[in-house]
């Protein structure tokens, strides 16, 4: 059974949870700005939602900010992070060393919040054993005993949609709790996994749409 991310209890929805990474960035942006204060409604007009929205999405995590004064960036921002888990560092395993997966690994912005790869694996003998960064790609065919050795919680998903379920159903062998797909194609995950998918194509063809009207 596929098991989509939808928050931490039944009545914390996926969008709440998109939601909290927008005013994480925001709350960023802030900081680095020198602001020390904001109000839910200058924070909403950041957002492009409203202020009774960001009252209700913070309102499941606690009691923030004060009556007339607002929130206090730093602390605010902080407590998004520990919300988010972004105060944790996430192991994860890239499956998949062609175009996609060479930009993702080398995207600052996932360690700058806490996510690092540690594992490459592809089925190209041209880029097995070529280094990223610290990382050696190995064949696919290590993945499961090293990932046994050097557990990591988060695969990445990048291989032909032909290859994905088999490399879902070895995460799930060695104990990957969540997985980002990248592969146009539906998955079947064991109740305890999370998945993510990321369809690039979906985003375009809503673009045309738009673009079209």
């Known amino acids: ?15 709440t949870v998109r939601r909290l990474s927008n005013y994480f960035r925001i709350l960023r942006e802030l900081e680095v700005k020198g602001v020390t204060t904001v109000s839910s409604a200058r924070l909403a007009e950041l957002g492009g939602i409203t202020s009774a929205q960001v009252r209700k999405d913070l309102s499941y995590f606690g009691n923030f900010g004060t009556r007339g004064l607002g929130y206090k960036v ?28 060479h930009a993702l690994f080398f995207h600052n912005g996932f360690r700058e919040d806490g996510f690092y790869f540690t594992h490459v694996y592809d089925i190209d003998d041209e880029k097995i054993g070529t280094m990223w960064r610290d990382v050696e790609i190995r064949h696919v065919r290590e993945a499961e005993d090293r990932l046994r050795a050097a557990p990591v919680e988060i695969g ?27 592969a146009p194609k539906r998955l079947e995950l064991p109740d305890n996994m999370w998945l993510r998918n990321v369809n690039l194509a979906v985003a375009l063809e809503s673009l045309s749409f738009y673009l079209s009207l």
């Open 1 to 15: 059974m596929t098991r989509e991310i939808q928050g931490n209890t039944e009545k914390i929805s996926e969008f």
């Open 74 to 101: 730093t602390e605010l921002k902080d407590a998004v992070i520990r919300i988010l888990g972004l105060n944790h560092r996430w192991g994860m395993a890239l499956f998949g060393a062609g175009s996609l997966g």
């Open 156 to 182: 990445v998903l990048t291989t032909p949609k032909e290859s994905a379920q088999e490399v879902v159903d070895l995460m799930a062998r060695v104990g990957v709790k969540g997985v980002l797909n990248f």
